[in-house]
T-cell receptor
Framework: AQSVAQPEDQVNVAEGNPLTVKCTYS??????LFWYVQYPNRGLQFLLKYITGDNLVKGSYGFEAEFNKSQTSFHLKKPSALVSDSALYFCAVRDEGGSYIPTFGRGTSLIVHP | DAGVIQSPRHEVTEMGQEVTLRCKPISGHNSLFWYRQTMMRGLELLIY????????DSGMPEDRFSAKMPNASFSTLKIQPSEPRDSAVYFCASTKTPGLGDYEQYFGPGTRLTVT
């Protein structure tokens, strides 16, 4: 079975400050991990993914995420937040040896204050 | 590429009416997913097709919901009869068949359904 948790419903950060959106997962085998962003009245948009290789993954719009196998985490980070980063962020996981269907977290609302 | 196309973007209908939502996946993608998003339940997978064949429909709420994919470039999600609790945003997403080097999903803009 595979599952993913986003422990924070909302994250508030001031513009210019670093941001972190947390994600933890559970799989039986090796994880495939994804981050998506959803702006108001839009569909989800792919940000980055971890399949294998370097634990630090860089993605769109200056975002990056760090895969930590021992902590089963895949937190999304950005060194300096922008007001335009305010959106809903989803983490998703798929077990390499499991179904082809990813499991999505409930989403974390990121609010960046000017 | 135009991305995943969904129509209509907004649908308002009365309880008991039939509703049909449409999706055109990205050319070359052979996996298609229908999702429903609400504030209460978040993002829910309804059905997954691979090569036009329904693989997993365990998320379809009840018999009032049905989905088809007659060819690689078109899918429909039908609700008959519709009920107020079906009000939600319905998304279609497509991807290449997952394998080594997994593929991300590409989502359409969604259809906002309101059933009165």
């Amino acid at each position: 079975a595979q599952s993913v948790a986003q422990p924070e419903d909302q994250v508030n950060v001031a513009e210019g400050n670093p941001l972190t959106v947390k994600c933890t997962y559970s799989v039986s085998g090796n994880p495939y991990l994804f981050w998506y962003v959803q702006y108001p009245n839009r569909g989800l948009q792919f940000l980055l993914k971890y399949i294998t290789g370097d634990n630090l993954v860089k993605g769109s719009y200056g975002f990056e995420a760090e895969f930590n196998k021992s902590q089963t985490s895949f937190h999304l980070k950005k060194p300096s937040a922008l007001v335009s980063d305010s959106a809903l962020y989803f983490c998703a996981v798929r077990d390499e040896g499991g179904s082809y269907i990813p499991t999505f977290g409930r989403g974390t609302s990121l609010i960046v204050h000017p | 590429d135009a991305g995943v196309i969904q129509s209509p973007r907004h649908e308002v209908t009365e309880m008991g009416q039939e509703v049909t939502l449409r999706c055109k996946p990205i050319s070359g993608h052979n996996s298609l997913f229908w999702y429903r998003q609400t504030m209460m339940r978040g993002l829910e997978l309804l059905i997954y097709f691979n090569n036009n064949v329904p693989i997993d429909d365990s998320g379809m709420p009840e018999d009032r919901f049905s989905a088809k994919m007659p060819n690689a470039s078109f899918s429909t999600l039908k609700i008959q009869p519709s009920e107020p609790r079906d009000s939600a945003v319905y998304f279609c997403a497509s991807t290449k068949t997952p394998g080594l080097g997994d593929y991300e999903q590409y989502f359409g803009p969604g259809t906002r359904l309101t059933v009165t």
